[in-house]
């Protein structure tokens, strides 16, 4: 994510486009960290997950590391999928 950009008078950040197209919002990139932990601690691969969820294996990595967005079914089949409850892996 790109640096913000301050001004005498406040902070604003800076958004820039992932290979994707799309910015995750910081909620998304909460999810995404908290998921890629409780996935590994679960034991579980990238690859296990796939077959768990027929989502593709470069998808999991591209949102796990933050360079595309998810939407929230999606990320309820993830936490189906290493046994998270979803309002779990949306805390900081």
């Not at 691969?45 to 796939?50: F, G, H, L, N």
């Amino acid at each position: 994510m790109a640096k913000p950009v301050t001004s005498p008078t406040k902070s604003v950040s800076v958004r820039t486009k992932t290979r994707a197209g799309t910015v995750p919002s910081e909620a998304r990139l909460i999810f995404a960290r908290n998921y890629k932990r409780e996935r590994k601690k679960a034991g579980l691969t990238q690859e296990a997950i796939r077959l768990k969820t027929g989502l593709c294996q470069s998808f999991i990595s591209e949102f796990e590391n933050g360079h595309t967005s998810i939407n929230i079914d999606n990320m309820a089949a993830l936490s189906d999928a290493i046994g998270v409850p979803l309002w779990k892996l949306l805390v900081p």
